[in-house]
């Protein structure tokens, strides 16, 4: 007798899981691994590791840092992380209650997005945008509104801003430093997004994870500076980048103590802590690392910038300049294919470099002619890859 058992009707994925699809970015590393590739999709960002560092974390597992630590990090980091943000910043935040370390910066959202935000608000995203920005606020249930930026250099459009604020917006999500596009927002522009925020009561969640990464004398400015905003500035930020630790999902939160206990709360649930002994090879680099790590750290990627600019301008794939973080948006009408993943896939099978399709960073529709190529790469990889991008 054949069987003809069907499950029951309520055996099926949530309403959100059938809309959810791999980022475009890890299906480009993928293939790029498949075919042995040099990856400029994916902001691996393969530069190598401060020694101190990669030292101190390995003397840390050694003496016994393998277990939970305190749920919010270990004192020694937090209290780096609160130093940190005096010297650069100006700011002043409490170690013990406005400091958390996080799996990443992309925890410390998840945690913040939790503790702060209901189902159904909505929440203002500058397009371009990162992908898993959105996605994480799509998968609590949020909706992200996008506001488009203005022109090739990514202006802020503030009629375009306010016009995108309704009664269910509670919040705007900025990325400065930005990825995809190096947009560095100016002061006048945070003023002009500072006043929209106190206008409207809403919470400012900040991504300033390539605060070091900005370039020809642009200057990064957190926005919790600004006057009446560190109270509602949720700032998110972390070590992948600055010292080159990706794999060690290390990042930190840095907020009013009114919101800190429940974001703390929400990254204990999903995450219960950051990695124990990566904690204390970050907080050596805080507070071993000579300012001149940093600078050294900004002129190193203009370098790396050039190059790759160049060698987009020679392979006809006429490239946007970055002021911060480290990809780059270049044109792609000349490649064969009617989408960008089509012409990022021809791209990969002609030189080997893999690129990301510049429709994964826009609404449905837009940068079909884009391609995102991440230059934070081992010198002989970055200048191999040039070299086939230039046989184009």
Known sequence: MPNTYAPPARLALSHLAPGAFQSEIRAMSLECDRIGGINLAQGICDTPVPALVQEAAIQAIHGGHNIY??????????????????????????????ILVSSGATGGLHAAAMALLNPGDEVLVFE???????????????????????????????????????????????????NPCGKVFNRAELEEISNLVLKHDLFLITDEIYEYFVY????????????GMKERTIVLSGFSKTYSVTGWRLGYVAADARWMGAISYFHDLTYVCAPSAFQHGAAAGLEQLPPSFYTELSADHQDKRARLLSALRDAGLEPSVPAGAYYILAG?????????????????????????????????????????????????????????????
């Open 216 to 227: 020809d004398g642009q200057q990064h400015i957190s926005p919790a500076t600004l006057p």
């Open 69 to 98: 630590t305190r749920l919010d990090g270990i004192t020694r980091l937090r209290n780096a992380i609160a130093a940190k943000q005096s010297r650069d910043y100006a700011l002043d935040y409490d170690p013990e209650s406005e």
């Open 332 to 392: 792609a009408a000349n490649l064969p294919g009617k989408t960008a993943a089509e012409k990022a896939r021809r791209l990969l099978s002609a030189t080997g470099v893999a690129a990301v399709a510049g429709s994964a960073f826009f609404r449905p529709g837009l940068g079909e002619n884009l391609l995102r190529f991440c230059f934070a790469k081992k010198d002989r990889d970055l200048d191999e890859a040039c070299a086939r991008l230039r046989k184009l």
């Open 128 to 178: 371009p945008f990162y992908g898993y920005h959105v996605s994480t606020l799509s998968a609590q249930r949020l909706a992200p509104v996008l506001v488009p930026l203005a022109g090739q250099d990514c202006a802020l459009d503030t009629a375009a801003l306010e016009a995108a604020v309704t009664p269910r917006t509670r919040a705007l999500l900025l990325n400065t430093p930005a």
